[in-house]
């Protein structure tokens, strides 16, 4: 019997071994960004808690087709940005033929299309079809953010099927901070200019803007956005796996974080632990059933970095 219980205990031994052994080898969590401030909030909330986890989050910003493909050949782990249905060509081309998973919804009730000022809705600006009846005050052009993002393909498909009579406008395409500083130019100058907007985003509070409508062939009405990993990634790395899955989060809770950091200059990290702190009871859903690198009640462990 006293041998048995030495060869049991040297097998619950080795058998703890193999999973700290596992856990190690996922101890780096490469993550992507595609330089959204939505994305780079998530992301802060998902490093935070991996950090208190024990493990080391990398982000790296890269376009979205770069994303995509990086999923796909095990250069990156995991991305939170998966927007649908503003994504529906990349989720066609990688996701539904399994060489990319969904893992889970992180996020509902987005918008993202074509947005203008509230002086231009005030206008008769409405609608897709109303921007080529001000062609000449809008200069003819479209203002969307980086090369290579969903959304813009959508716009420059728009304009080589001169849907909505857009065949001579042009698509200018630059980051996010970029765009965003054109529409303020245009705004301080009452000038009529149409961009990207969508929510959750402190422009829908910086600015005061509308959605324009006859765009859901493209961009869908509301949507979701969704995280996804490489293939193999949740079973190979069962803990952030199952922390993943576990993470949604709220239109509210983003748009916070991203005003304090557009407001008060502080980090997306900073933000985010800051939110984290000020609601700690969101940790018991996210580290349901979660671990730490070396076995442990994760919960506690992410609370001891607040």
């Not at 087709?65 to 998966?82: E, S, W």
């Not at 996701?95 to 009730?109: D, H, I, P, R, T």
């Not at 961009?195 to 402190?202: D, I, Q």
Request: hydrophobic residues 45%.
């Amino acid at each position: 019997m006293q041998k048995l219980t030495v060869v049991l205990s040297v097998a619950v031994l080795a058998l703890s071994s193999a999973h700290v052994y596992a856990d190690a080898r996922c101890e780096a969590v490469k993550m992507a960004d595609p330089g959204w401030s939505d994305i780079a909030a998530t992301n802060a909330i998902t490093g935070f808690l991996l950090m208190g986890m024990g493990y080391k989050p990398k982000v790296d910003t890269l376009a979205v087709p770069i994303i995509f493909g990086g999923l796909k050949d095990g250069q990156v782990d995991a991305f939170m940005g998966n927007w649908m249905p503003a994504q529906q060509g990349f989720y066609d081309k990688f996701v539904a033929n399994g060489e990319v998973v969904q893992l889970a919804k992180n996020l509902e009730g987005t918008e993202f299309t074509l947005a203008v000022p509230d002086y231009v809705w005030d206008a008769g600006v409405h609608d897709f079809s109303d921007l080529n009846k001000f062609a000449d005050k809008f200069d003819k052009k479209i203002y969307g953010i980086g090369s290579g993002a969903p959304a813009n393909i959508s716009l420059q498909e728009i304009i080589k099927k001169n849907d909505f009579d857009l065949g001579q406008w042009k698509l200018i395409e630059s980051s996010e901070q970029a765009m965003l500083a054109e529409v303020s130019r245009a705004v301080k100058r009452q000038r009529f200019v149409t961009f990207l907007g969508w929510t959750p985003h402190p422009m829908n509070v910086q600015l005061k803007m509308r959605y324009l409508k006859g765009g859901e062939k493209y961009f869908g009405d509301t949507g979701s956005v969704y995280t996804l990993t490489r293939k193999g990634y949740a079973q190979a790395c069962p803990n952030v796996g199952k922390l993943l899955t576990n993470l949604s989060f709220t239109q509210e809770m983003e748009n916070s974080i991203m005003a304090e950091v557009a407001n008060n200059k502080v980090s997306n990290a900073e933000a985010a632990k800051a939110w984290i702190k000020a609601n700690p009871a969101v940790l018991d859903k996210w580290l349901d059933g979660v671990k730490t690198i070396d076995g442990q009640d994760a919960l506690p462990a992410v609370k001891a970095k607040l």
